[in-house]
């Protein structure tokens, strides 16, 4: 068992080896064999037929928590509209989000249009090549820096994302839980990243993704089999070590329809926060005691500082975000006093039904307004 692993490199004559607790591996003969499939499997993706490190910046930030086959669309509308730097820098906040929309982790976009200012106003609108001052763009976390500059530059970084520390905790067989940044997984990482450092960095990763994946990994078919401790363990569905996952909460929350002739109110969440600078029907949780009408009136007040009457539920959806999932009930309500005034919202707005669709809204307020744009006469 590997309670602690120990991690001696051996340096003999060219022949450079990891020693792991009983387990050897011979260093250039993992690299090149990795590369080598790499070099026959790798996927035709947009961002690996470009070395511009902007263009590779915009998609491994669209790839955290996120599918390649998800951010494929979102990758080629995003650069069409922001061909370079500047032109993010430039955006309007509106548009950005619109483009997003549906992509999820918001603060993603806005770290990345704070990302493109930051090197507009610093860098001569190139992006850094130096690690120290690449990291200190907004949302340029660990992962972020070492993937875009080995990709674009070359700059030995080892890149360790969630692909990269499961093929590491199967390739040693680590039995502890790994913990985020984890310096001994990193090392590891670092230490088998031979000259060709962008190459390497995305073979790890497409191996975590197409065959060392987090369900029945084929490991039949991996091209690293031989060099593989839990493989020969037979401890390969054990790894990495993690701990039971806790019940993802369920909310039950209400947003109501309130109409000026033919317009409806939306509001802008607060840029920082859960879904911020996303438009939103108003509404809110519903609290314990409270009927859905009742919340609905309540959050009115609090939210917009008017008197509403709601209706009785028309539309219900479910959704599910990564941390919870909510249960939204859709309500039609009647102004009876007051003007809305944004409290919460960073701005409110009266909008046509056929203006909806240029917002940027969460995923449940565009399902519940395809359930409810049938319903309403709007
Ligand atoms: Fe992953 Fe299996 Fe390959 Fe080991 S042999 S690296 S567990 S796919």
């Not at 972020?144 to 070359?154: D, E, H, K, N």
């Not at 970084?157 to 390739?171: E, F, P, Q, T, Y």
């Not at 806790?246 to 607060?270: E, F, N, Q, T, Y």
Request: aromatic share 8%; charged share 25%.
């Amino acid at each position: 068992m590997n309670c602690c692993v120990i991690l001696i490199t051996l340096q003999l004559d060219r022949l450079s080896i990891l020693y792991i607790h009983d387990a050897v591996i011979r260093i250039s003969d993992f690299r090149r064999t990795l590369l080598a499939w790499y070099r026959e499997n790798r996927r035709d993706l947009p961002w690996r037929r470009t070395r511009d490190p902007y263009r590779i910046l915009v998609s491994e930030v669209m790839l955290q928590q996120t599918r390649v086959s998800t951010v494929i669309p979102y990758y080629g509308r995003f650069l069409k509209a922001f061909p370079t730097v500047a032109s993010l820098a430039r955006a309007r906040q509106d548009r950005l989000m619109k483009l997003w929309e549906g992509l999820g982790y918001y603060a993603r976009a806005r770290n990345l249009q704070a990302a493109a200012t930051q090197i507009v106003a610093d860098h001569g609108g190139r992006i850094p090549r130096d690690p120290e001052t690449f990291s200190k763009l907004p949302g340029a976390g660990p992962y972020t820096t070492a993937a875009v500059l080995s990709i674009a530059f070359g700059v030995p970084l080892a890149a360790v994302d969630g692909n990269v520390k499961r093929v590491i905790s199967r390739l040693f067989d680590i039995d502890r839980l790994i913990q985020p940044n984890d310096p001994e997984v990193q090392t590891l990482a670092q230490r088998l990243m031979g000259k060709r450092k962008g190459d390497f960095n995305q073979a790890m990763m497409e191996l975590g993704a197409r065959v060392c994946t987090p369900k029945r990994p084929a490991c039949l078919l991996c091209p690293v089999r031989t060099f593989c401790r839990s493989f020969k363990a037979g401890t390969v569905d054990e790894r990495p070590v993690v701990l039971s996952r806790k019940a993802r909460p369920h909310l039950c929350v209400v947003a109501g329809i309130l109409k000026k002739g033919v317009s409806v109110l939306i509001g802008r969440r607060p840029d920082r926060g859960l879904l911020g600078g996303l438009w939103e029907f108003p509404g809110g949780k519903v609290e314990r005691g409270e009927t859905l009408r009742m919340a609905l009136e309540r959050e009115f007040r609090e939210e917009l500082g008017v008197e509403v009457e709601a209706g009785e539920p028309v539309a219900r959806v479910e959704h599910a975000y990564t941390h919870f999932s909510v249960t939204l009930h859709g309500l039609p309500c009647r102004l009876r006093r007051g003007v809305p005034v944004a409290r919460i919202h960073s701005a409110i707005r009266w909008v046509s039904p056929a203006a909806l669709g240029r917002y940027a809204m969460p995923e449940a307020n565009r399902k519940l307004w395809r359930e409810l744009s049938g319903r309403l006469a709007v």
